[in-house]
């Protein structure tokens, strides 16, 4: 790629990077609990996992008032930072994850995530996995409107001067499959994470993988 675009590796989080279900449903049923509302079953909330936690809340209680949702929000993060003081956060890598990060970026890759997180939530994840130096561009739910919209993987390409022909999306739902195709980026959907493979091709994905060392051959052949 000398003298062209830097070619750019985009990485979903949850679902993609790091295995983080349990502690989302956990921390979902605590904050339904709080407002004595019936929690969705975990199927529902898994479902959810990618978007911003207002438009989440929308589609868990799509009857609701806008100002319940902002409350419910508001909520999650207390709870959620409640159980991350208490050590009750576990967010593994998924199998191979480190390994193939390390053989992206021997391969000239540059790194970045684009994430539902907060910018605490996914700094405090990378931080913990010894990853925080690993990514160039790290792109979250407090600055941008809410996957499939394309303004973070727009900045991210922006920040690590790639182009969209030299940016693959890497993503576990639907939502970072259509996020990428607006932004004009490849999209490879993973199948370990909260959404199945037909969603995934469905919703944009040149191919999905069912490993996460597939991925650096497959991205070879894309950027």
Not at 156 to 171: L, Q
Not at 180 to 208: C, P
Request: charged share 20%.
């Amino acid at each position: 790629m000398s003298g062209g675009p830097n070619r750019l590796a985009l990485f979903d989080c949850d679902g993609t990077l790091v295995d983080s279900q349990a502690n989302i449903c956990r921390a979902m049923e605590q904050t339904f609990d709080g407002f004595a509302l019936a929690a969705p079953d975990r199927a529902a909330i898994r479902r959810i996992v990618g978007l911003n936690l207002v438009e989440a809340m929308r589609a868990l209680v799509p009857d609701g008032e806008d100002a319940l949702h902002v409350k419910l929000a508001a909520d999650y993060k207390r709870v959620f930072q409640g159980l991350r003081h208490d050590g009750l956060v576990e967010e593994p890598l998924f199998d191979g994850i480190a390994e193939v990060l390390t053989a992206l970026a021997d391969a000239g890759w540059l790194l970045g995530v684009a994430t539902g997180k907060s910018d605490r939530g996914l700094k405090l994840c990378l931080e913990h996995h010894g990853l925080a130096s690993a990514f160039v561009t790290l792109q979250t739910a407090d600055r941008h409107p809410s996957k499939p919209h394309p303004a973070m993987a727009a900045l991210a390409m922006a920040e690590a001067g790639a182009s969209p022909e030299t940016t693959v999306m890497i993503g576990d739902t639907s939502f970072d499959m259509l996020m990428a195709k607006a932004a004009g980026a490849h999209a490879v959907g993973v199948d370990w994470g909260y959404h199945d493979a037909a969603e995934l091709i469905a919703a944009g994905a040149g191919l999905v993988v069912s490993s996460a060392g597939a991925l650096p051959p497959h991205l070879e052949t894309l950027a």
